[in-house]
């Protein structure tokens, strides 16, 4: 089951939810060789493990942001951690990537990341 509806095969590369739970756990050699097809950039959600907040983003390296973020090493995010990673979108440029960043951090792209963030949570 893919853990989007965004439908652009050309430009993103969904990941199923099960890898996106063992991406971050990956150490970075590995994880490297996770997106071989050339998705340079990716779009990530991070749900925090102990408030209401969904954070959206933008990035290159998802092992690093993550534990940036999980580190209390970027200011916006320090008060909400730990993080989960609850999405990811992978994309051939960083334009594309920004574009669907700016979807997932309007309302009704927040409103889709807590749908999926409550099916997770079900499970």
């Known amino acids: 089951m893919l853990n989007a509806e965004f439908r652009n095969p ?3 590369l969904l990941i199923p939810q099960a890898e996106v739970a063992e991406l971050a756990d990956l150490p970075a050699g590995r994880q490297a060789r996770f997106g071989e097809e050339k998705m340079k950039w990716s779009v990530y959600c991070l749900s ?3 408030r209401n907040y969904i954070y959206v983003g933008l990035t290159d390296n998802i092992p690093r942001r993550i534990k940036q973020h999980n580190d209390g090493k970027e200011q916006t995010t320090k008060p909400y951690r ?3 990673l609850i999405h990811l979108e992978r994309f051939e440029t960083r334009v594309e990537a920004r574009v669907r ?3 997932l951090k309007s309302g009704v792209g ?3 990341l807590r749908n999926i963030r409550e ?3 079900k499970k």
């Open 10 to 12: 050309k430009s993103a």
């Open 48 to 50: 925090s493990l102990i």
């Open 82 to 84: 730990p993080f989960k």
């Open 101 to 103: 960043e700016k979807f």
């Open 110 to 112: 927040k409103e889709w």
């Open 119 to 121: 099916e997770q949570n």
